[in-house]
């Protein structure tokens, strides 16, 4: 703030110097008093571009940090989303209001620091120096300032709408590259790079155009701005002139008049500037607001259940129902069943009868609808996620990784799992072989997104890695679908003897990974159309009877 004074009064006083040496030092041929405010001046200015370089380096300092917290506690509050609010915001419209958005608040910030204090300053001190030297050309300066006012106003009411349009068609941009990166595989299957090329043009062709709009129009604010200035300074002179041959005015002073006119102009130029860039920034602050409050519809108890120490981890669904956010209709109808520590329930049944969904409402990805699910007879609404999640060993059905070794991304779940643990998990899911295998075997690099792996492999490090958390009940979401069947019938003997104590919830579509479980159950268009063991469905249960037949003879069955 000091510095900004001192930036202003140094920007202040040189047109008084100016007007000094030619009213002083020109006029009456005194070279020695040139001279000295010559290098007064000199002085003065080297101090006000001293002043700048502090505040520009102050501000840039204090927009960064601002952001680098900005951005840390949307982040943080992103990761608090269930999924229904990732559902509601999009992937890439959550990315560019973490970066781009960010990027523009900082930039007014920056903007602010520098002008919200010094052009006022600049503005009102001119206009009373001006006023001192002479104020019988004061209307010159008002009207130059009426047209730079009328000129600004009508500008920002042609671009204002166009900034939120602009933040938008990121939005979407990011979305066609996200979309065309994930899915490079199939486009080039498909061949249909030509049409992908299309849906990115249109909406890179929109943006460009909106851009520059907005572009061509705050272009043209610069000459308009200087034609005024220079328009300015042609009637001062004129004005001025007459006033000095009329000796009602010293020609330094009218110099200096024309000098604080400039400054004057300056002084509403920037906060001009700072007027466009601030509604572009509201709209970005609008967006990042918008995610600060979102509450996550998953919410931690007020009061939290007195957990055990060594929690058994007996997971009861009792009456659940469910619908996802803004359907019509429930996928999962009245579901209850209990399973035991130390058994395996499994869910068997047609794509899209809800197997996942069942199993996503235990870790609270979504809370049920209807009815309410308990471990150890606590409902899990009263466990504290960090609790809950603890006690669970997931792997979703999408097998997924994440840059790093293949030892870090094992310990996902536990950083401080020793080597053992990590050896004897990869060893359960079958993964020591190919983890052998490789040269540098645990510190193997996986590259983004598990790209360096295969589809089996991935959900083999993916089972590891809930292993190693060593978490009461383990929740296998369809993992086993892309092992061989000699892998899979490997690794869940290997499970059955390593999960001894634990609650094993298995989501299969094949039969041979399911036969063996305590109880199965069967799901149908949401509801349980049946339950009990293999050899009790395979006679109660008609839908069980007929998957188990298209996959497998009498024979295997038996
Ligand atoms: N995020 C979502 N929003 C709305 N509906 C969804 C969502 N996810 C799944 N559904 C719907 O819920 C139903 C059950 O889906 P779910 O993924 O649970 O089935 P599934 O039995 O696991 O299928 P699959 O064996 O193919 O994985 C489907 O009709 C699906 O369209």
Request: glycine share 6%.
């Amino acid at each position: 703030m000091l510095l900004l004074f001192g930036q202003a009064a140094c920007d202040l006083s040189l047109p008084d110097y100016m007007s000094d040496i030619v009213n002083k030092g020109i006029t009456s041929g005194d070279t020695m008093y040139i001279v000295k405010a010559g290098v007064q001046m000199m002085g003065i200015a080297f101090l006000s571009a001293f002043c700048t370089v502090i505040v520009g380096l102050i501000g840039a300092r204090m927009a960064a940090g601002i952001c680098r917290n900005l951005r840390q506690d949307v982040f943080t509050r992103i990761e608090s989303f269930s999924s229904a609010e990732m559902e509601k915001y999009s992937t890439s419209s959550l990315i560019t209001r973490t970066t781009n958005d960010i990027t523009q608040i900082q930039q007014l910030i920056v903007m602010l620091v520098r002008i919200v204090f010094y052009a006022p300053i600049l503005g009102v001190g001119g206009v009373i120096h001006a006023l001192e030297k002479d104020k019988s050309m004061s209307w010159i300066i008002a009207l130059s300032v009426g047209l730079l006012l009328v000129m600004i106003i009508s500008m920002m009411m042609v671009v204002m709408p166009r900034f939120q349009y602009v933040q938008k068609l990121i939005d979407r941009l990011n979305l066609v590259v996200r979309e065309s990166l994930d899915g490079t595989l199939v486009i080039r299957a498909f061949n249909t790079q030509r049409f992908e090329e299309k849906r990115f043009d249109k909406v890179n062709a929109r943006l460009t155009e909106t851009n520059l709009f907005v572009n061509r129009i705050t272009s043209g604010m610069m000459p308009a701005m200087m034609l005024i200035m220079n328009l300015t300074n042609l009637l001062i002179v004129w004005v001025g002139s007459k006033a000095v041959s009329s000796f009602k005015m010293e020609v330094g002073d009218m110099m200096a008049y024309m000098q604080y006119a400039m400054q004057i102009i300056m002084a509403f130029l920037m906060m001009a500037m700072m007027f466009i860039m601030i509604p572009r920034a509201i709209v970005s602050i609008k967006r990042v607001v918008e995610i600060l409050t979102t509450e996550s519809t998953i919410k931690e108890p007020e009061k939290a259940a007195v957990i055990s120490e060594s929690p058994k981890g007996t997971v009861e669904y009792r009456g659940v129902s469910f619908r996802y956010p803004d359907a019509d209709e429930a996928v999962l109808h009245d579901i209850t069943f209990t399973a035991l520590p130390g058994q395996t329930t499994a869910f068997i049944g047609a794509t899209g009868s809800g197997k996942s969904t069942l199993v996503n409402l235990l870790p609270r990805f979504y809370d049920v609808t209807e009815g309410e699910i308990l471990i150890d007879g606590i409902d899990i609404r009263k466990w504290t996620l960090k609790k809950l999640r603890d006690m669970i060993g997931f792997v979703p059905q999408k097998g997924i990784l994440f840059s790093g070794t293949i030892e870090s991304n094992l310990k996902y779940g536990d950083r401080e799992a020793g080597k053992e643990v990590v050896e004897e998990a990869a060893k359960t899911a079958q993964a020591e072989e190919f983890i052998d295998s490789k040269p540098e075997g645990f510190l193997t690099e996986i590259a983004q997104g598990g790209q360096n792996v295969s589809g089996g492999q991935k959900q083999r490090l993916s089972i590891a890695r809930a292993l190693v958390k060593k978490a009461p009940v383990n929740v296998f979401d369809d993992s086993f679908s892309a092992l061989d069947f000699k892998t899979d019938a490997k690794l869940r003997a290997a499970l059955k003897d390593k999960t001894k104590d634990s609650v094993t919830i298995l989501v299969a579509q094949r039969i041979s990974t399911i036969m063996n479980a305590d109880q199965i159950i069967v799901l149908d268009q949401g509801k349980i159309a049946g339950r009990g063991t293999h050899q009790e469905l395979m006679k109660a249960c008609e839908i069980y009877r007929e998957i188990a037949l298209s996959q497998l003879s009498e024979e295997e069955l038996k």
